[in-house]
């Protein structure tokens, strides 16, 4: 399976935009692009997926480099509410033996300042 | 979006017993699986439940110690077996839905004493 890299932690100051990096070199072209957040004591929450074009919903955006090696959450306006686990996992599309299966890595632990 | 039920919430259980956790969903997903989190650490997927056939697991996991069951759509049970103090995490249940995305289980605390 493909693997993804982040960085183990990053820190925030409230009402400021968050920028979260992951590297995913050997990605292939039927991987989608998938970021879910773990608060304390709950699963994991789904955030945004993508698999080319740069996606928004009302929670963040995912930005996907051109040659999807690389792809950054980014939550505009962070809240201590937003501090979390953020996972950045590849799942293979339809046709792969993997097809469905997410596998984590250890994520980037988000801390916001107030 | 879909919403999944998980339960027990947590429990206490003796080693050498089984427990039986229950993952409901409120709407249709295409996949579901089992995962389990060890305390400080990331999720690692146990099995794939096929609905009406036999769970696919991972490596490191077999069915005597993880049956799997998945009877319907909506519906999946995880039983741990035999269990010992290294069976004591936290399992969670997961489901693909058919936009794309996946919704978790708030997760079975287990503690094996």
């Known amino acids: 399976d493909a693997k993804t890299t982040q960085p183990n932690s990053m820190e925030s100051n409230e009402e400021e935009p968050v920028h979260l990096p992951c590297n995913h070199s050997?990605?292939?072209?039927?991987?989608?692009i998938h970021w879910y957040r773990q608060l304390p004591s709950q699963g994991p929450e789904y955030v945004i997926h993508?698999?080319?074009s740069n996606v928004n919903n009302r929670m963040a955006s995912l930005a996907i480099a051109e040659d999807r090696k690389s792809s950054t959450l980014i939550l505009h306006r962070a809240t201590l509410r937003d501090a979390a686990v953020y996972y950045c996992?590849?799942?293979?599309?339809?046709?792969?033996?993997?097809?469905?299966?997410?596998?984590f890595g250890q994520g980037t632990i988000l801390t916001v300042h107030p | 979006s879909a919403v999944i039920s998980q339960k027990p919430s947590r429990d206490i259980c003796q080693r050498g017993t089984s427990l039986t956790i229950q993952c409901q969903v409120d709407?249709?997903?295409?996949?579901m699986f089992w995962y389990r989190q060890q305390p400080g650490q990331s999720l690692t997927l146990i099995a794939t439940?096929?609905?009406?056939?036999?769970?696919?697991?991972e490596s490191g996991f077999v069915i005597d110690k993880f049956p799997i069951s998945r009877p319907n759509l909506t519906f999946s049970t995880l039983t741990v077996s035999n269990m010992s103090p290294e069976d004591s995490s936290i399992y969670l249940c997961?489901?693909?839905?058919?936009?794309?995305?996946?919704?978790f289980g708030s997760g079975t605390r287990l503690t094996v004493v």
């Open positions: 709407s249709q997903v295409t996949m």
């Open positions: 439940a096929n609905q009406g056939s036999e769970a696919t697991y």
């Open positions: 993508g698999l080319t």
């Open positions: 997961s489901g693909l839905r058919q936009g794309g995305g996946y919704t």
């Open positions: 996992i590849l799942s293979l599309g339809v046709g792969g033996t993997s097809y469905g299966k997410l596998t």
């Open positions: 050997t990605i292939s072209g039927t991987d989608y």
